[in-house]
């Protein structure tokens, strides 16, 4: 790290699984960290929390008007009804947020996070014509829109504008503490492990065989923020795309024994037919408010941190998905995470937050 850089950093989604854990890395750093948020809410440990609405130009750029900013990391996305809708309201926010800091020139880089739905395609033909695996970052962009391509195209043409230098990070599932996040899955995955224990049910896996027996990765929050930091301070990282996963590869069919033996849960294999589980967890608040009744838990509702359609997304694919990590250790970053460890870590630190019930 440069020692003359300045260490002023607002992360856009701060609340969220991914800006919760850029947030912590960068106090580790020595950064002092501002958290923009539309509203008063969650306060994450050492943050200091500003107000705005990144879809509203006047708003962001009140909120940011008076903050010493020099590395901006944008976290944060809204999912819409069709690719063309998410195009147009997630390139605005960057955009609006980008346009706020046009005049007062203060940033040095810019992290834009985003996802390997850059090489799958967006959710409305999700997987349809993926590439090769593994991704590499090298591999040329979709013939298809992709608001992660859009918010690209808006991160280079503003960073040449306004001399900063910026990266971009290509996560795969996310896994990690934060509560209320759409991409979660290892909390949710949690939840449900944690009903099937209540209720005697079976761990059905729920998604598609090609997952289940397929090789894939994951991303561990922690690691993805180490990976954002380094990027936006170490030199090799400046003006370039990365993909960021562990660095090791599972099978779920391998994993999900892993999973069902914490819980101590039936594992019962791959199930006869595909078994989702959102129209499974149709009635999961009222189970979950029995749950939390009997273990003096967390009052949350299920709904509120499981993530059904999501989690069933990704483990509904029907095509190989796992991301390579070499331009990433050439440049000099070479963390890696055990993937096994990501879950075990995470639902320990659960149970001791009182959101999932303790062991029997």
Known sequence: MDGKMSKNALVIGVTGITGNNIAAELQKKGFTVYGLSRKPGIIVPGVKHVYGDVLDPASVKKAVEDLPISHLFFCTWSRQNSEKENIAVNGAMLQNT???????????HTVLITGLKHYLGPFESYAATP???PFKESQARLPIDNFYYTQEDILFKAAAEQKFTWSVHRPHTM???ALGNAMNMGVTLAVYASICKETGAPFIFPGSKEQYNGVTDVTDARLLARHAVWSATD???KNEAFNTVN??????RQLWKLLAEYFDVTDPGYPAELSPLEPR???ADAQWEKIVAKYSL???KASEIASWWHSDADLGRQVETFADM????????????VTPDSFFELFEKLRAEKIIPPRS
């Open 98 to 108: 980008l346009d706020a800091f046009a005049q007062k020139r203060t940033l040095e």
């Open 131 to 133: 590439m090769e695996t």
């Open 175 to 177: 896994i990690g503490w």
């Open 235 to 237: 030199t090799a990282g």
């Open 247 to 252: 660095g090791d590869v599972f099978r779920w």
């Open 281 to 283: 967890m149709s009635g």
């Open 298 to 300: 967390k009052p949350h």
């Open 326 to 337: 070499g331009k990433s250790r050439k440049a000099g970053f070479g963390d890696i995470q």
